[in-house]
């Protein structure tokens, strides 16, 4: 089966938007927004918001067009700009606790095109946003893959990796000890898990996304730590005490599959589980 370009941009779009958030952990709000700025004008072709609460600005290009990323970014200027229609049209359509939790510190751009180029990659990484390229391909009549090309926070690799470990330890020195340490090798594991790993700090945890979530690490409990990952339950010999099918269950973050870890030796049994939740991703 050869994989091949849509026939028309639209074609993408409409996909995308309909499977928003299968694809990319969006939940989709709004299409070709129009936005009025300084007395231009333009349409958004995707509004979102993320499964930690971060507003999603999606563009889309059929072939290769580097103007995607500076068109994304004006919109994505605009929105910060403009947050009470943002909030607005989150209350709208998904209500005022949804509207009231928006995380305005991790805005992200998603570029979904035919193709990028390396100058493209490199260009993302000068920007202090939230930027994802995302490749596509149609296969055969109703399949589409998608390969992101670049995902950057807007900082270097060495910085992004030293906050996030200082933002890490911040959030869990209060339980102390053995348990807080633990909590540091879980975050260095899950950055280090595989390429294009990003951390989003929220109060009630910690989210480590690819395009969208595959774990999530609330705060420490007295005995334990807690990891919920987006791996299918069903497909893990659960262990009680171990690991737990929390599909019906509430907790803070996302994912089906609850971890327990309290040693290191836990730590060590996850990382397989960890891989599996990266790959669900």
Known sequence: MVPRLAEVEADVQGLVEAH?????GVTFLASEYVIGCDGDSGRIDSLGIDENGSPVVVEYKRGTDSGVINQGLYYLSWLLAHRDAFRALVRERLGATAASQILWSAPRLICVAGD???YDAHAVR???RSIDLVRYRYYGDDHIGLETVASVTGLSGTVKRSRRRAAGQRGVRQPGGALAELAEAVD???????????RVQRKQYVAYQRLCNF????PPQQTKLLVYLKANPKKVDLIPGFTRNVTRVGHHGTGNLE???RTER??????DLFRLGYAAA
């Open 20 to 24: 928003m958030d299968t694809m990319l």
């Open 215 to 218: 774990a999530c690490v609330p």
């Open 266 to 271: 836990d730590l060590e049994r996850a990382q």
């Open 259 to 261: 971890v327990q870890l």
């Open 188 to 198: 260095e594991v899950l950055l280090g898990v595989g390429d294009g790993v990003t």
């Open 116 to 118: 990028f180029t390396r």
């Open 126 to 128: 000068e920007h202090r």
